[in-house]
């Protein structure tokens, strides 16, 4: 995530395992982790590489396939959200303020891992497990895509987004937390590949 490597550079198991002091064992393990999330490629005979940049295209069908599932689960979070469970979102809030947003991974990861926590609580409180599964594979691919292919920005915007798709789910009002939802994943299409 730091672009230490560049896209398609190949990744040498023993090498890295020397490096990191570890047996190669779990470092396939970590390799084929990330192959599941879409960042890193095994080719047979080839091995593995650290994976292409998304395209275009790619990004389109990205947030297609979100704006389909995420809006219908946020109106599910809302009809079943309980008070422990709020929380927790708030504090996911806290951990993408400004002060994160900028730099490289190093300091980006702090806003990225609370912003996908904070969608994957939604998820979670939507009791849909399934789906949970599949955000959690195109998570990956989201914040790669936000450091390849735009410069940070918006940040305003995505608070002010987080926000409102909160109170739609402290109001316990589905058609909210859709509607927020939605308007969150349009904004941060249009902020990532205008």
Known sequence: MDQDLAPGARLNVDALAREMAVSTTPLREALAALCARGLVRNEAFIGFSVAP?????FLRDLYDTRLRLEPWLAGQAARRITAEAVAPLRACLADMGAHV???PWQ????HAAADEAFHDLIVQASGNQPARQALAALNAQVHASRLYMAAQKGAEDTAREHEAILEALIRGDAAGAEAAMARHLEGSRERLAP
């Open 107 to 110: 300091t980006h990861r702090t």
């Open 101 to 103: 947003r900028r730099g």
């Open 53 to 57: 940049l998304p395209d275009a295209a």
